[in-house]
């Protein structure tokens, strides 16, 4: 069974104080794996794609890479806009649908 | 943005009773999905649609169905609603293999 893991599951930052989000994940082949935003009451945004070990993508403060076993979202000098729960998800080539699996997610907050 | 629009954004209704959310999209999109998000277990698949009149179940799929007669237009509905159906549901939209789902802002459910 695909299973993804995302840690910690909530996070208080110091607005400058850098910090990395983890998504492990065991699945049985990888197509991609997509990182989303969500802020309260909103449907997820989406981030970044990563579809191989050793990719990384870049967006403002924040970057994306992955492993053959996990990601990470690097957060680099966070400021408190940052502030909101961090989804990742895989997507398998079984199945059909282009379906994915998501985390549980990060809650990260970022304070003055 | 994507253009995608949920509605209703909310709704109060009472147990055994009939429910249908709607999802519309103007990026003419070939899949389109349904999830339900509740604490503690992410976003799970209901229903996905491939294609007009082409669905199939996801993860969570007892006690909904869905229809799709128009590119644009997704139903899931909730034939006798029940308590445990109380959730937040997004619908999701994507363009095809490897391709990032892009999320409507949600229906906030309550089942009382």
């Known amino acids: 069974e695909d299973q993804v893991t995302q840690s910690p599951e909530a996070l208080r930052l110091q607005e400058g104080e850098s910090s990395s989000l983890n998504c492990s994940y065991t699945v049985s082949g990888l197509r991609g794996l997509f990182w989303y935003r969500q802020d309260p009451g909103k449907g997820p945004e989406f981030l970044f794609t990563l579809y191989s070990a050793g990719e990384e993508k870049e967006k403002e403060r924040l970057k994306a890479t992955l492993t053959k076993k996990e990601s990470f979202l690097h957060i680099t000098a966070p400021k408190p806009e940052d502030s909101a729960t961090y989804l990742c998800?895989?997507?398998?080539?079984?199945?059909?649908?282009?379906?994915?699996?998501f985390g549980t997610g990060t809650q990260l907050k970022v304070e003055l | 943005d994507a253009g995608i629009t949920q509605s209703p954004r909310h709704k109060v209704t009472e147990t055994g009773t009939p429910v249908t959310l709607r999802c519309h999209q103007t990026e003419n999109h070939r899949y389109m999905y349904w999830y339900r998000q509740d604490p503690g277990h992410g976003l799970r698949l209901i229903h996905y649609?491939?294609?007009?009149?082409?669905?199939d179940k996801g993860e969570v799929s007892d006690g909904y169905s869905v229809s799709r007669s128009k590119t644009e237009d997704f139903l899931l509905t909730l034939e006798s609603a029940t308590s445990s159906q109380t959730s937040v549901y997004f619908c999701?939209?994507?363009?095809?293999?490897?391709?990032?789902?892009?999320f409507g802002d949600g229906t906030r459910l309550s089942i009382l």
């Open positions: 649609s491939y294609g007009v009149k082409d669905t």
């Open positions: 999701a939209i994507g363009a095809g293999d490897n391709q990032p789902q892009h």
């Open positions: 998800a895989v997507q398998v080539p079984t199945g059909g649908g282009n379906k994915l699996t």
